[in-house]
T-cell receptor, first 113, second 114 residues
């Protein structure tokens, strides 16, 4: 059974700092991995999707990497801003034909001005 | 496109009452997902449909929960009878891309059962 863990559960940083959020998964037979952002009281917004054959994806100040063999992904946020404050969720789609996403519990990020 | 639409956004009901949550997926999307989010358990898949057919309902907690998708543009999640432990945020998501399977989420329905 796939399990996804995100560490730390919460992170507080000063504005301008570069930071890394971590995600680990137990079954390396994944089809892809997605990073989402969730603002309080809102739905999930997809940030980056990495296919199993890829090592990383970049979008603006965000960079996500994937090491399938070790069961790890990181989300790197450069030059953090107060507007980056949100909960970041990692989710994996396991191989086998199912469309079932398995989510971590998220990292709550606070960027202080 | 308006995105995934869910209604109501908030629902407060008493224990024992029937609750119906509604979802309209993005037009053209052929997979629809119902998730539940709680502080304790995080975000969990309850059920998903492909081309209006239920594919995986292993996450449905018990017989009090049922979901239907009568057509490509509408789905319901029903809880009957509701219990306080059903209090959570329920999300609907849809997808269409057969290569990435990227899912697009609605704003959620916050359910409180007293």
């Amino acid at each position: 059974k796939q399990e996804v863990t995100q560490i730390p559960a919460a992170l507080s940083v000063p504005e301008g700092e570069n930071l890394v959020l971590n995600c680990s998964f137990t079954d390396s037979a994944i089809y892809n991995l997605q990073w989402f952002r969730q603002d309080p009281g809102k739905g999930l917004t997809s940030l980056l999707l990495i296919q199993s054959s890829q090592r990383e994806q970049t979008s603006g100040r965000l960079n996500a990497s994937l090491d399938k063999s070790s069961g790890r992904s990181t989300l790197y946020i450069a030059a953090s801003q107060p507007g980056d404050s949100a909960t970041y969720l990692c989710a994996v789609l396991t191989q086998g034909g199912s469309e079932k996403l398995v989510f971590g519990k998220g990292t709550k990020l606070t960027v202080n001005p | 496109d308006a995105g995934v639409i869910q209604s109501p956004r908030h629902e407060v009901t008493e224990m024992g009452q029937e609750v119906t949550l509604r979802c309209k997926p993005i037009s053209g999307h052929n997979s629809l997902f119902w998730y539940r989010q709680t502080m304790m358990r995080g975000l969990e898949l309850l059920i998903y449909f492909n081309n209006n057919v239920p594919i995986d309902d292993s996450g449905m907690p018990e017989d009090r929960f049922s979901a239907k998708m009568p057509n490509a543009s509408f789905s319901t999640l029903k809880i009957q009878p509701s219990e306080p432990r059903d209090s959570a945020v329920y999300f609907c998501a849809s997808s269409w891309d057969r290569s990435s399977y990227e899912q697009y989420f609605g704003p959620g329905t916050r359910l409180t059962v007293t």
